[in-house]
C-alpha cells in the first residue's frame, strides 16, 4: 500500500488547515488509520487515529481542534485543523497500522504545516 499525504501549508495563528492522505495499492476501510507529526529536533508523535468503525483518539494537546475523519469509499483519512498554535508546526504523516503487529509500520511522505505567531 501507498499513502500520499497533502494539504500542508503556513498559515497564522488561529487559522486552519485540511491535511488528506490517499492511501492505494488496496482498500484500507477495515484499518486503523492515524496521522503523526515531528517537529525540528524532535521525535515522531502520535496526533490522531480513527479505527475501520469510525471511532477516534487524539493527542490531548489537539483535542476540540483537530479532527479526523475517512472516506472509505475513497480510501482517504483526513485531518482537519483548527484554531492553528505555532506548536503544531511540523512535518505531518499519516499511517495505517499493521493488524499484525499493531504497529503503525507504512508511512507517507509527510507534508510540512507551519503556524506562524
Known amino acids: 500500500v501507498q499513502l500520499q499525504a497533502s494539504g500542508g501549508g503556513l498559515v497564522q495563528a488561529g487559522g486552519s488547515l485540511g491535511l488528506s492522505c490517499a492511501a492505494s495499492?488496496?482498500?484500507?476501510?477495515?484499518?486503523?488509520m492515524g496521522w503523526f507529526r515531528q517537529a525540528p529536533g524532535m521525535g515522531r508523535e502520535f496526533v490522531a487515529a480513527i479505527s475501520g468503525t469510525g471511532s477516534s483518539t487524539y493527542i490531548d494537546s489537539v483535542k476540540g481542534r483537530f479532527t479526523i475523519s475517512r472516506d472509505n469509499a475513497k480510501n482517504t483519512v483526513y485531518l482537519q485543523m483548527n484554531s492553528l498554535k505555532p506548536e503544531d508546526t511540523a512535518v505531518y504523516y499519516c499511517?495505517?497500522?499493521?493488524?499484525?503487529?499493531?504497529?503503525?509500520?507504512?508511512w507517507g511522505q509527510g507534508t510540512q504545516v507551519t503556524v506562524s505567531s
Open positions: 495499492g488496496r482498500s484500507l476501510s477495515s484499518y486503523d
Open positions: 499511517t495505517v497500522k499493521n493488524t499484525l503487529t499493531g504497529w503503525y509500520d507504512t
